[in-house]
């Protein structure tokens, strides 16, 4: 769960924040616009790029694909594939939104720090294991509330910056009015 973490709420939030795109440009401009058009078409919609992004989260939490990447190195390689792709278009879709669409990207966040909250508290509370006789409940437990607990601080946090600077800009139209 710290890795899928990590790659969610840290590492995809940096690598939007840092502006990578010249970098990959340099290295490759036709290469760039094949991988990253059709995924910044999706970044334009952040309410889209949530739901794929939450479709994501919550089939790679089923029990039968859990375990699939647990015990499968190119599984759980895809795994996380998944999920930092999905992430770095949410994220993309929220950091970077327009200013016309900040209302979105700040509801694309409450969003997902309710489903991602919710699937934490079933993790945490559930009196059995979900993926199997043999897993520790209690190593779902805890993951359940880094999930549910530790998750939630990302986004509150991309929510108060966007917030931030939605009402700084309202504040400068009202100043040169």
């Known amino acids: 769960m710290v890795q899928h ?13 840092a502006r990578p795109l010249p970098q990959w440009y340099a290295l490759s ?13 999706l970044a334009a919609y952040p309410m889209v790029a ?5 479709a994501i ?15 499968n190195l190119w599984w759980h390689f895809f795994e996380h594939l ?16 327009q200013e016309r669409n900040t209302g979105r990207a700040l509801l694309a966040l409450l969003v997902t720090l309710m489903h991602t909250g919710f699937l934490g508290a079933l993790l945490t509370f559930s009196q059995r294991s979900w993926y199997g006789a043999d897993r520790v409940l209690e190593h779902q437990q805890l993951a359940g509330l880094l999930m549910w607990v530790l998750g939630a ?22 100043e040169s009015h």
Do not use: D, K, Q
Request: charged share 10%; hydrophobic share 65%; with cysteine.
């Open 5 to 17: 973490m990590l790659m969610m709420v840290v590492i995809a939030p940096l690598w939007v924040m």
């Open 29 to 41: 401009a036709r290469i760039g616009r094949l991988v990253f058009a059709p995924l910044f078409a």
């Open 50 to 54: 949530t739901a794929i992004h939450g």
């Open 57 to 71: 989260i919550w089939l790679w939490h089923t029990p039968s694909l859990y375990v699939l990447a647990l015990e």
């Open 82 to 97: 998944c999920f930092l792709l999905t992430a770095g278009v949410f994220w993309w879709a929220v950091l970077r939104c």
């Open 153 to 174: 601080i990302p986004y509150l946090g991309a929510a108060f910056f966007l917030g931030w600077r939605w009402f700084s800009r309202v504040m400068r139209g009202c």
